[in-house]
Structure formats: C-alpha cells, structure tokens
C-alpha cells in the first residue's frame, strides 16, 4: 500500500506563485507512477478530477504535463527521499481547487480513475 500525504496549499492572490509538496510513503517502487490533480468544485468523484502532471518514479523520472498548466506549472521531484512537488506560478482564479496527489502502478493515466492511491489533498484558494 502506497500513502500519499500533500501539504503547501493556502490563500494566495493572483498572480503570485505557490509550491505544493506530496509525501510519498510505503510501498512505492520504481514501476509506479505519481501524478497531480486537482479537483473542481462540484466534481467530487476521482475519475473527475482534472490531470496536471506526473512523474514516474522510475531512474529516469520523466515528466508529463497536461496542455492547460504547460508554461505555468513545473513538477519536480525526489524519488530516494519519496516526495513529489508542484511549482504552481502566475496563479489564476481559474486555478482554484483542492489539489491531490495519487499514485498508480504502471503506465500514467489523465484518467482519475485509474489511480488507486489517493491523498487527502491540499486546497489552494486563488483570490484577486
């Protein structure tokens, strides 16, 4: 079992930057994948929930991004130390959301739905 835990999400304005951290705990290994989302409001369910990014915690750590945060975000991460971060720059009110973690064996998905793994999530509030 895979334990996901996200921290860094609070108020900010537009315009201003924030980094979101996951903290990745237990049974993780290098054939799994580990990816952002971010939740709506009024879409509560996993499979509706928006695809930001992953990164596979594979050696070679590659990194994909959805269209709509290309330029905006950046994922990064530490694969020896298990934690995942989300560079989140020139914040939108558009970006409000409750921002998740969530692992998946395998292949990465855009599909909520496919991730078993899942943490509490972290709510970022962008005012203007």
């Known amino acids: 079992q895979v334990q996901l835990a996200e921290s860094g999400g609070r108020l900010v304005q537009a315009g201003d930057s924030l980094r979101l951290s996951c903290a990745v705990s237990g049974r993780i290994s290098r054939i799994y994948t580990v990816a952002w989302f971010r939740q709506n409001q009024g879409k509560e369910r996993p499979f509706e929930r928006e695809f930001i990014g992953q990164m596979t915690w594979s050696i070679d750590s590659s990194i994909t991004y ?36 969530a692992a998946k064996k395998g292949t990465w998905s855009e599909y909520g739905g496919s991730y078993i793994n899942w943490g509490q999530g972290t709510q970022v509030t962008v005012s203007s």
């Open 66 to 101: 959805a269209d709509s945060v290309k330029g905006r975000f950046a994922i990064s991460g530490d694969t020896n130390n298990n934690i995942l971060y989300l560079q989140m720059n020139s914040l939108k009110l558009s970006d409000t959301a409750r921002y998740y973690c």
